[in-house]
């Protein structure tokens, strides 16, 4: 079983057996879980669980703050002077090979504001991704697959 699913099962289950639900209960059952799961050995050439624990925060940290910036792109198109849309549906090819890694990555570039995940290639080799406004299809290519994409294969493949 994928250990950061694990991890997740025992903060829930830490949730279930202490009876109080919250976000601090929750965070003391993840801690407790990393520090259960830490002891346990690493299967093969699976990557040690603590590494990837750090990516896991470091793609929450890199999605926050793309969230934010994406907001503020959005607000300055609308409230400016400037309304000359250049809309784009851009190929951007992926290095994924799990279905769960596609999905997230398709869902994360939709959670973000001003772009819309369209479809995955049928040889699964890229994604289609709509966006409200772009200057290049070069430049949000290189945004997805060294941002998002390489994220997600950090924590996922």
């Known amino acids: ?10 903060a829930l289950g830490w949730v279930l057996m202490t009876a109080t639900v919250s976000v ?4 003391a059952g993840l801690v407790f879980g990393a520090l259960m799961i830490s002891l346990l050995p690493a299967k093969g050439t ?10 896991v925060l470091s793609f929450l940290g890199y ?3 793309e969230v934010v910036k994406a907001n503020v792109r959005l607000i300055r198109f609308v409230l400016g ?5 250049r809309p784009a549906i ?3 090819p992926v290095d994924l090979k799990s279905d769960l890694a596609l999905t997230v990555l398709a869902n994360v570039l939709t959670l973000t504001p001003g772009t819309l995940s369209l479809d995955i290639a049928e040889s699964r080799d890229a994604i289609f991704v709509h966006v409200i406004d772009t200057e290049s299809a070069e430049a949000l290519r290189r945004e997805v697959t060294e941002g998002f994409a390489r994220r997600v294969k950090e924590i996922l493949e």
């Open 1 to 10: 079983m994928n250990r950061v699913f694990s991890h997740v099962l025992l």
């Open 24 to 27: 601090e209960n929750f965070i």
């Open 46 to 55: 699976e990557k040690r669980y603590g590494w990837k624990l750090l990516y």
């Open 63 to 65: 999605f926050t703050v």
């Open 81 to 85: 002077p400037n309304t000359t849309m």
């Open 90 to 92: 851009v190929r951007v």
